[in-house]
């Protein structure tokens, strides 16, 4: 009992005295390591971009330009000449538009542009239509198709009423263009006619000058025709039939122009050798005449 006790006091001490140090001892303050400082990135001003101002100026600039070369196209068909009054009248309201951006370019303009654009555009096609109707009457195609004519006519006249219509820019182009595909049709078909009967010509002139053999006689000459002949041809598979009728024409006139030529160095040379034939014929003659009045064997003796 006592050894028990004994036993029981011992650890009672020895816990005491583990508390005691335990509690009294300071703990190790904690070592914190400076941080090295890291490289700062210094963005530079002139690469940060900018807030985007002037964007109306921008597109406004923009349909200028496709103004500009829709009028340009316009000047070269020839449309400030053929249509004198409607062109002025349209340089008038494009100046008007210039001069209110040049006041004030912050205001989008480019709807009231593409609208001139559009009408420059129309001008430019009813030029093409105009020379595509004096075509048609200088070829006497106007009985080809007469409600096809009648019909482009109509459309030119549609155009030109629209030219000033506010906002039909678009109206006025498409007028425009079908004038000149109802045109077209007429200029085509009556192309072909012409081109089918010229062709077939060609070739026989050609056949005529081959049967003397022309491509030796006259090299020059027939390499020319055939090259144009062949011009021809293609521009007719491209159904390009006004190219191909002129040039089906003029390959026609050449290889007739060849076989000619030809047939006059082939008559001078048969004429010359006839000659040559003659003249040895006559000194044989005259010859045996010689010999008959004083023969060789006695000139000898």
Same mark, same amino acid.
């Given at each position: 009992?006592?050894?028990?006790?004994?036993?029981?006091?011992?650890?009672?001490?020895?816990?005491?005295?583990?508390?005691?140090?335990?509690?009294?001892?300071?703990?190790?303050?904690?070592?914190?390591?400076?941080?090295?400082?890291?490289?700062?990135?210094?963005?530079?001003?002139?690469?940060?971009?900018?807030?985007?101002?002037?964007?109306?100026?921008?597109?406004?600039?923009?349909?200028?330009?496709?103004?500009?070369?829709?009028?340009?196209?316009?000047?070269?068909?020839?449309?400030?000449?053929?249509?004198?009054?409607?062109?002025?009248?349209?340089?008038?309201?494009?100046?008007?538009?210039?001069?209110?951006?040049?006041?004030?370019?912050?205001?989008?303009?480019?709807?009231?542009?593409?609208?001139?654009?559009?009408?420059?555009?129309?001008?430019?096609?009813?030029?093409?239509?105009?020379?595509?109707?004096?075509?048609?009457?200088?070829?006497?195609?106007? !009985?080809?198709?007469?409600? %096809?004519? #009648?019909?482009?006519? =109509?459309?030119?006249?549609?155009?030109?009423? $629209?030219?000033? &219509? @506010?906002?039909?820019?678009?109206?006025?182009?498409?007028?425009?263009?079908?004038?000149?595909?109802?045109?077209?049709?007429?200029?085509?078909?009556?192309?072909?006619?012409?081109?089918?009967?010229?062709?077939?010509?060609?070739?026989?002139?050609?056949?005529?000058?081959?049967?003397?053999?022309?491509?030796?006689?006259?090299?020059?000459?027939?390499?020319?025709?055939?090259?144009?002949?062949?011009?021809?041809?293609?521009?007719?598979?491209?159904?390009?039939?006004?190219?191909?009728?002129?040039?089906?024409?003029?390959?026609?006139?050449?290889?007739?122009?060849?076989?000619?030529?030809?047939?006059?160095?082939?008559?001078?040379?048969?004429?010359?050798?006839?000659?040559? !034939?003659?003249?040895?014929? %006559?000194? #044989?003659?005259?010859? =045996?005449?010689?010999?008959?009045?004083?023969? $060789?064997?006695? &000139? @000898?003796?």
């Amino acid at each position: 009992m006592q050894r028990k006790f004994f036993l029981f006091l011992l650890f009672v001490v020895i816990f005491a005295t583990m508390m005691f140090f335990g509690c009294s001892s300071t703990p190790e303050e904690e070592v914190i390591e400076p941080v090295e400082p890291t490289d700062v990135i210094e963005v530079p001003v002139d690469n940060v971009e900018p807030v985007i101002e002037g964007v109306t100026e921008g597109i406004n600039k923009s349909s200028l330009e496709a103004v500009a070369l829709a009028r340009e196209a316009a000047v070269l068909s020839g449309a400030a000449t053929l249509f004198t009054e409607e062109f002025e009248k349209l340089e008038t309201e494009y100046e008007a538009i210039k001069q209110a951006i040049a006041s004030d370019s912050a205001m989008d303009r480019s709807k009231e542009l593409a609208d001139i654009q559009l009408r420059y555009q129309a001008m430019e096609r009813l030029a093409t239509a105009t020379k595509m109707r004096s075509s048609i009457e200088e070829n006497d195609f106007t !009985k080809i198709d007469e409600s %096809t004519l #009648a019909q482009g006519d =109509a459309s030119v006249v549609k155009a030109k009423d $629209l030219l000033f &219509v @506010e906002g039909s820019g678009s109206s006025a182009k498409s007028e425009a263009d079908s004038a000149c595909k109802a045109y077209e049709s007429l200029l085509l078909a009556g192309f072909k006619g012409r081109a089918d009967s010229v062709r077939g010509l060609a070739y026989e002139s050609k056949e005529k000058a081959d049967s003397i053999k022309s491509n030796k006689g006259d090299k020059e000459g027939y390499s020319a025709a055939a090259l144009v002949l062949s011009g021809a041809d293609a521009a007719y598979v491209e159904k390009n039939y006004e190219t191909a009728y002129f040039g089906f024409q003029k390959a026609n006139e050449l290889f007739d122009e060849v076989y000619k030529r030809v047939l006059e160095k082939r008559a001078a040379a048969e004429e010359a050798i006839a000659r040559a !034939k003659q003249k040895v014929d %006559t000194t #044989a003659v005259f010859a =045996a005449e010689a010999d008959e009045i004083a023969p $060789l064997q006695e &000139v @000898e003796k």
